[in-house]
């Protein structure tokens, strides 16, 4: 954590990883997520995008939110105020 994730208009022709105004959807493997207090937060520039976090199972958590303009999203990922390193991004 942090990860960047690149979000190019629809009419951009070299889509990288999602497109405005769709849900973007990132899953999260992770080793348990019982006791934990995990907390992601999106970003663009600044300004904190809404987004939902939900646990799958003890192993898997997904978390969503909508670009609604192109740029760069940052999604900071946390287990009680600690950034998470090590995460596989699918």
Do not use: W
């Not at 999602?18 to 999260?28: A, D, E, H, Y």
């Not at 997904?62 to 946390?78: A, C, D, H, Q």
């Amino acid at each position: 954590s942090p990860y960047l994730i690149q979000v190019k208009d629809s009419n951009d022709k070299h889509l990288l990883s999602g497109l405005t105004n769709t849900p973007c959807v990132i899953q999260i493997h992770t080793k348990s997520t019982s006791n934990s207090q995990i907390r992601a937060v999106v970003l663009l520039d600044t300004v904190q995008i809404p987004s939902t976090m939900t646990i799958i199972n003890d192993n898997l958590i997904r978390i969503n939110f909508t670009p609604k303009e192109p740029g760069f999203y940052l999604v900071n990922i946390s287990n009680r105020d600690k950034p998470i390193t090590g995460i596989n991004i699918i």
